[in-house]
């Protein structure tokens, strides 16, 4: 059998193949699991991958990595088709991708078939802050509501980020609920970056006040794709905001739809007061317009607080 473990949801695709491997060494030797990165593997090595058998011969597991994100489109040619025809009885093999990919590739249409492939996709509202919630427990953490909505939009709701600053809370926290000032003291940034402020700035055109909190956070050491991947991550929040709180709903229903506390829905419904849908979408269209250019080198760092300033204020 062949399967294909991928999508943004890193940190969960991590545990999925990692309980599959633990479940087959369970009843297998550790020989029979053969786990092979993309810069480990050749042309030459691939019929070995596959046909050779193991001291005490038995089941195999193979777990190939990021072989469609990072392996040539030779490699990926011949090993195609080296594993259409076989029938792999004895051999599970598991592609597993932490990167992102080409679909339009043969392999992944090849690998691309029911009950053999699962996409983890990055949790949106409240799944996500459930599962927050879960990997704090897991550590042992007592986090109120608002840390939690903290950790979230530092962030930008990447699981594994997260994952990792809960790690470096765990050592600190001897079982007792942690506060904003152990936050600010173990993970710099995560609470220092004021994107309410800065975007409330943003939006009702106090370009002084906006760039007196950019530049400050620039001063702290914060990463400038960092702040500006925050700014975006709120407004699109604000603006799913804006559409329940348009629909009638209080912020208490808000904050359960949407998974935020209900101070964080509070601070959503006055940031987006008397602007309009067609406001907030220009202007999160903006943000993410010179988060791509900066990505891509089409705008200097220096130049992107001017550039907000100028083109995404309201």
Known sequence: ?????????????????????????????????LVRSANELTIPKLPNLFLAQ????GKRLIVLKNILALSPAEFKTALLELIKPQDFSDTTVIFYESETFDKRQALYKFL?????????????????????????????????????????????????????DLKKLSAFSQNRTLCETDIAALLPGVLQLNVFSALSALVRKDSRTFLDIFNQQLDKGEDIVK???????????????????????????????????????????????????????????????????LKTGACAPENVPVKLVTTAAL
Request: overall charge positive.
């Open 112 to 164: 691309n078939k029911p009950r053999q492939v699962q996409e983890f996709l990055n949790p949106t509202g409240i799944v996500l802050v459930r599962r927050v919630g879960e990997l704090a427990l897991g550590y042992g953490l007592k986090l109120t509501p608002a840390i939690v909505d903290q950790l979230i939009v530092s962030s930008q709701g990447d699981l594994l980020g997260i994952d990792n």
């Open 227 to 293: 702040i500006l991947g925050a700014l975006t991550f709120q407004l699109r929040g604000a603006v799913q905001v804006w559409e329940l709180a348009n629909q009638g709903l209080s912020a208490h229903q808000i904050a359960a739809r949407v998974g935020l506390h209900p101070f964080a829905v509070k601070q959503n419904l006055a940031l987006v007061k008397g602007l309009t849908k067609a406001q907030l979408t220009a202007q999160y269209q903006c943000l993410v317009a010179i988060d791509h250019q």
């Open 54 to 57: 193991t001291l005490l011969g």
């Open 1 to 33: 059998m062949m399967f294909l473990l991928y999508g943004e949801d890193v940190l969960s695709s991590r545990q999925k193949l990692t309980a599959i491997q633990d479940k087959f060494l369970a009843t297998n030797p550790p020989e029979n699991l």
